[in-house]
C-alpha cells in the first residue's frame, strides 16, 4: 500500500466532516403565522366584546336614569294631585258646611226668642224642653266649630259687632276701656265658624 494512499486526500476529509444544513418546512412556518394571525384575532374580539359591553352599559344606565327621572316627575305630579283633591274636598266641604249653617241660624234665632219670652213662666215644661233642645242644638253646631258671638261688657269689635244703638258712656268706663266703647247689649246673636265670623253680632254699645 502506497503512502499516498495511506495519507489519504485531505479533501475527502474536510468533505466527509461537513454537515448539510436543515431547512424548516414550510408548512411549519404557515402555522405559526396561522396561530399568530388567531391570537390577533382574539385579542381584537375580546377589545371590540369589551367596547360593545361599556356602550351597552352606558346605554342601559343612561335609559334607567331616564326612566328615574320620570318615574319621579310622575310621582310629584301624582302627589301634587293628591295634596290639591284633599284641598279642594276640604273646602267644598267646609263652604257646603257653612252655607247649611247659615240657612239654620233663622231657626236659632227663632229658638233664642222663644226661650226670652219663656223666661216670665221659669218652671213652665215647654221652658225646660226649649233649654234642652237649645242646649243639644248648640252643643252639636259647637262640635263643627260653630261660636257664638253673645258677651256683654267687652270691647266693641267691629269686626264681630255690628253696632246699631249707642249709650253714652259712663265716667268711669272711659278708664278700662281704650276707646271707651263696651258692648252694652247684645240685640241679636252673632256667629263664628271656625274663627271665621259668619254673621257679626247685633249690638247695642256704650262709650
Known amino acids: 500500500m502506497s503512502a499516498g494512499h495511506e495519507a489519504g486526500d485531505p479533501s475527502d476529509g474536510a468533505e466527509s466532516s461537513a454537515q448539510p444544513e436543515e431547512e424548516t418546512p414550510v408548512h411549519e412556518e404557515s402555522s405559526a403565522e396561522s396561530e399568530i394571525a388567531l391570537e390577533l384575532d382574539d385579542s381584537l374580539d375580546e377589545e371590540l366584546a369589551e367596547l360593545l359591553i361599556e356602550e351597552e352599559s352606558d346605554v342601559v344606565t343612561r335609559e334607567r336614569d331616564e326612566y328615574l327621572d320620570a318615574l319621579r316627575r310622575l310621582q310629584a305630579e301624582f302627589d301634587n294631585y293628591r295634596k290639591r283633591m ?3 274636598q276640604s273646602e267644598s266641604i267646609e263652604r257646603a258646611t257653612e252655607s247649611l249653617l ?9 229658638l233664642d226668642l222663644a226661650l226670652t219670652h219663656s223666661k216670665e213662666e221659669e218652671s213652665a215644661p215647654d221652658r225646660q224642653a226649649l ?8 252643643d252639636t253646631l259647637a262640635k263643627e266649630g260653630l261660636e ?3 258677651a256683654v261688657e267687652v270691647e266693641f269689635d267691629p269686626s264681630m259687632h255690628d253696632a246699631v244703638m249707642h249709650l253714652p258712656a259712663e265716667e268711669s268706663e272711659s278708664e278700662h276701656t281704650p276707646d271707651g266703647v263696651v258692648v252694652d247689649q247684645v240685640m241679636r246673636v252673632g256667629y263664628r265658624l271656625k274663627g271665621k265670623v ?3 253680632a247685633m249690638v247695642q ?3
Open 86 to 88: 284633599v284641598r279642594q
Open 102 to 110: 247659615e240657612r239654620l241660624l233663622p231657626a236659632l234665632d227663632a
Open 131 to 138: 233649654i234642652q233642645i237649645a242646649a243639644l242644638l248648640r
Open 148 to 150: 257664638r258671638i253673645d
Open 198 to 200: 259668619v254673621r257679626p
Open 205 to 207: 254699645v256704650r262709650g
